[in-house]
């Protein structure tokens, strides 16, 4: 698949619109899925889906990046951008993996209250249920926020930073500070 031309024009700019959107998205999602199981168990399936889109959306950005890198004049700026856009993959990969195990961990939360209440219906729930405990216990909690903030914060600085080097690698020395007489 070619993702280098999206109706004529370099695809790599459309994408990025959309990883600085949903990369802090998915991070936000993550970390408050984690602080309130409620949250995650609400969210249930858009968040795993969400990590999903954001870790493909990521991978597309950085190949149209490459490939709009072959047809754009070399510079020490776009080498930079270039370099740093490839160490974003890793860190949308544990976003992805993370979202999936805080979903997990809020099916595991929701069934834990339904064995509760007595609502476990079959046997083969109640072996489950030790399981079920581990994972909802309050030292798994924990070490989920914390290795979510970790990966959500480390994520969002990334893509802050390469955002910037982008920018200056786009616009530095292609613009005038001051007006131009064109809108008088």
Known sequence: MDVGLINGLPGH?????????????????LVVGVLWSSAARRLSWVLPVMGLVTLVLVVLTTESGEWLE?????SALVEEHAEMGSSLTPW???LFVLTVAVWLLGRAGARRERDRRGEAGSPAEGRASAVVRLASSLVVRV???????????????QVYRIGDSGAKAAW???FSTSRSGAGR
Request: charged residues 10%.
């Open 172 to 174: 530095q020395g292609r």
């Open 13 to 29: 700019p459309l994408f990025v619109h959309g990883a600085v959107v949903l990369i802090p998205l998915t991070a936000l999602a």
């Open 70 to 74: 072959d047809r754009v004049r070399e």
């Open 92 to 94: 949308a990969i544990a």
């Open 143 to 157: 070490v989920a926020l914390v290795i979510a903030l970790a990966v959500a914060v480390g994520a969002v600085i």
